[in-house]
């Protein structure tokens, strides 16, 4: 069992690598990290690094109160459509025979 953790948690860093250097993530890079470090394309003073471990957490905590709302919305849509799966069937089959 902790090989298979092991490994997953590899393929989980190995996927989240090659997603963060992709065409569409890496632009946005130093958007966020100017952000976090409170800097400006003018070059005005830096954040202290309490300020910076603060923005830091405020940033992750946003990201990931998204993703976990999208998340457990997903699951909870997916458990509504299991519930009412075959009455689903018997709508759609009705819709494809009417059209």
């Known amino acids: 069992m902790t090989d298979l953790s092991l490994l997953g948690l590899f393929a989980a860093f190995l996927a989240c690598s090659i997603s963060f250097v992709s065409p569409c993530v890496l632009p946005l890079v130093p958007g966020y990290v ?8 003018n070059g005005d003073e830096g954040l202290s690094r309490t300020q910076v471990v603060w923005l830091s ?36 089959g009705g819709g494809v025979m009417r059209f």
């Open 57 to 92: 957490f405020c940033f992750v905590l946003g990201f990931s109160t998204i993703f976990m709302i999208l998340g457990a919305s997903a699951t909870a849509l997916g458990q509504t459509l299991l519930r009412w799966r075959d009455e689903l069937n018997l709508i759609g």
């Open 34 to 41: 100017s952000y976090v470090a409170g800097r400006t394309i």
